[in-house]
């Protein structure tokens, strides 16, 4: 049986918090301790405030190109400033919408960058720098501070091609193989499937997002519990990312 349990009552996260330390204190005071094989599932915000990713907007003094982006799209061009210092590319925009490349290669509005659950009406949040490394280092503190083995995703709430909606993806992740190669097995009928590769991180993401960031409680992380996945100390969530020549959506 699969389980998703929040991980309720942690504090609002500061520079320099131990967001490790933080997650299975959460975790021991609900009674819900760290188990073996569990995964945690911790929102990007908590961990880009925990490594200082914030930027005050009033300190901000938009470029030209920011200002006519901004009077284009409608958006405040100092928060146009950010977006742009944390892009590789503008992929696409209309009024209200910026889609961007970011610098670590994902593709979303706003390249990530974040007003939602930050304190402050001026303060955003930005994206980890390396959200796979922010992901080792969680998950490394958690099996420290536990001796138990876990996978550690970071997540990230993004739009998708052709869908209305958003769903949480993972951006960063440790521990575990981020994808299934299916291909080579047989399906229910004996066909060989050629093309199935399954985003386990991605799904599991999206299933920690059904107690996840609930307004009224803000809670910033859950455990997945009871899922068998493959262990794996190289596999990160950049493998995700479809490269730009296989990309048919430019």
């Known amino acids: 049986m699969i389980r998703i349990i929040p991980l309720r009552g942690m504090p609002i996260v500061e520079e320099g918090d131990d967001v490790g330390r933080l997650i299975v204190e959460a975790a021991e005071r609900q009674e819900t ?41 409608g958006k405040d061009p100092r928060l146009v400033e950010v977006v742009l210092s944390e892009s590789r590319a503008i992929r696409r925009m209309a009024p209200g919408v910026l889609i961007t490349e970011t610098r670590q290669g ?3 509005a706003n390249s990530g960058v974040d007003k939602s659950n930050v304190p402050g009406e001026t303060i955003v949040a930005l994206l980890p720098e390396d959200p796979d490394e922010s992901a080792r280092r969680i998950r490394k503190r958690i099996e420290e501070l536990t001796g138990k083995r876990v996978a550690v995703i970071i997540s990230d709430t993004h739009g998708r091609a052709h869908r209305e909606g958003e769903i949480n993806v993972a951006i960063g992740a440790s521990g575990l193989e981020v994808i299934r190669d299916r291909r080579g097995e047989r399906d229910l009928f004996g066909y060989v499937l050629q093309v199935k590769r399954t985003a386990i991180a991605d799904e599991l993401a999206s299933a ?20 068998t996945y ?21």
Do not use: M, W
């Open 106 to 108: 994902f593709v979303c």
């Open 208 to 227: 920690a997002e059904l107690v996840i960031g609930q307004a009224d409680e803000g809670i910033p992380a859950a455990i997945i519990r009871g899922y």
């Open 33 to 73: 301790p760290i188990e073996d094989d569990d995964i945690v599932v911790v929102t990007h915000i908590i961990v880009s405030r925990a490594e200082g990713r914030v930027v005050d907007l009033e300190a901000v003094k938009p470029s030209e190109a920011a200002v006519r982006i901004a009077a284009y799209t």
């Open 230 to 250: 493959k262990p794996s100390e190289t596999s990160r969530a950049l493998e995700l990312v479809r490269p730009r020549e296989r990309d048919l959506f430019l």
